[in-house]
């Protein structure tokens, strides 16, 4: 039998104890399942196992891989999230076929995205990325600018502008994986002071998700300890 089903029951186990621990309510934290690299087939086996939203970093790959689940299960609606970095000539079809971005740290990006959103669909969910490290980033905008590309993103129509999103540099230690998660929470705490309410922080992976839900994160994108070792060669 395949380990996906319990995979994704032993996280979202973790999920609930970090939630206890924080005293927080396990509802307060979404999962997105990251499938990159991982076939339709593997999606569905997490969709049977009641999961709805899942993530993708390659436009391609995920085009094609809903192509097959459409033709393969047509009555299900699933909620795609575009969390890779996003190139101008790509948005188009992201507006057209995803309902979040979750890596935007351009206006140029979000003004096409913005202009390319269907009028039939519901306004597409913009999470910015921040460059929570420090120089070892490329992508991202430096918290010290977020606050002013933030008021100019929630002012474009057919967008909504719901939170912040890291990728912080990996390290091994619980204790030393909170700082940067803890820094996010306060530049939220800081938009929102500034009269920018934000309701997400898509902060935590396979590796750190507990450290990030003890700081504040709403949602943890989770690849490899639902789906096992990504195989890019494939
Ligand atoms: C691949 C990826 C993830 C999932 O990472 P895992 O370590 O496999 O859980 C989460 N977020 C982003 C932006 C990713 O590219």
């Not at 005293?23 to 009641?50: C, M, N, W």
């Not at 920018?196 to 300890?225: C, F, K, N, P, Q």
Request: glycine share 6%.
């Amino acid at each position: 039998m395949s380990t996906i089903p319990l995979n994704l029951q032993a996280v979202r186990q973790q999920i609930a104890q970090a939630a206890q621990t924080a005293g927080r309510l396990p509802s307060e934290i979404d999962l997105l399942v990251v499938s990159k690299t991982f076939d339709a087939h593997a999606v569905l086996q997490a969709v049977h196992a009641g999961q709805t939203a899942f993530g993708e970093n390659y436009l391609q790959e995920a085009l094609d891989k809903m192509h097959v689940i459409a033709e393969l299960a047509p009555e299900l609606a699933l909620e795609w999230h575009f969390i890779g970095p996003v190139q101008s000539n790509k948005t188009r079809q992201i507006a057209e076929n995803f309902s979040w971005v979750h890596a935007v740290d351009r206006l140029k990006i979000a003004l096409r995205l913005s202009e390319q959103r269907p009028d039939h669909l519901p306004p597409l969910n913009i999470c910015l990325q921040v460059n929570i490290s420090g120089e070892t980033s490329k992508s991202g905008v430096s918290p010290d600018q977020i606050a002013e590309l933030a008021v100019q993103i929630a002012a474009l129509p057919r967008l909504r502008l719901r939170g912040l999103m890291a990728i912080p540099e990996p390290v091994p230690v619980l204790e030393q994986q909170r700082l940067p998660y803890r820094q996010m929470k306060q530049l939220q705490d800081q938009l929102s002071r500034q009269g920018l309410a934000l309701d997400t922080l898509s902060m935590g992976m396979s590796s750190d998700l507990t450290a990030a839900i003890l700081e504040g994160s709403t949602l943890v994108r989770v690849g490899s300890a639902i789906f096992g070792k990504r195989d890019y060669a494939k």
